[in-house]
């Protein structure tokens, strides 16, 4: 029952596939968001979620329906699905975990991050670009 409970705090917002995660050599699974999460999105990001016309739920399924690659930080290996663009100077940015209690990928932020942050993360996925 408390189990239950939890899950219930969460909102299914985005999957990793398996075609992907066999490409990314990362679990498959559902994207869920905390409910306290998106709270804290929507009040520390409102600025910049405002700017772009969006609430926090809007600009996570945003990234979770359309990013274009995924990195890596080696040291605490977080992973970041990433809509990536080369020539824009902000990426849209989720930060996420992967719960293996669970097994779902949980998101702890989600933001505008600047891209050349990615210069020191290990991309393990790139969405294949169509003719």
Do not use: C
């Amino acid at each position: 029952m408390v189990e239950k409970k939890l899950i219930s705090h969460y909102e299914k917002v985005g999957r990793i596939t398996m075609p992907i995660a066999k490409s990314a050599r990362i679990k498959a699974g559902n994207i869920l968001v905390n409910n306290n999460y998106l709270k804290h999105i929507d009040g520390t990001h409102l600025k910049e979620l405002s700017a772009l016309g969006m609430t926090a739920q809007d600009f996570i399924i945003h990234i979770t329906s359309s990013f274009n690659r995924i990195y890596r930080d080696m040291d605490t290996e977080v992973l970041f699905l990433v809509i990536y663009h080369s020539n824009i100077t902000h990426s849209a940015v989720i930060k996420i975990n992967f719960i293996d209690k669970k097994s779902f990928w949980e998101i702890k932020t989600a933001a505008p991050f600047r891209t050349a942050f990615f210069k020191n993360k290990l991309l393990v996925w790139q969405r294949e670009r169509t003719p």
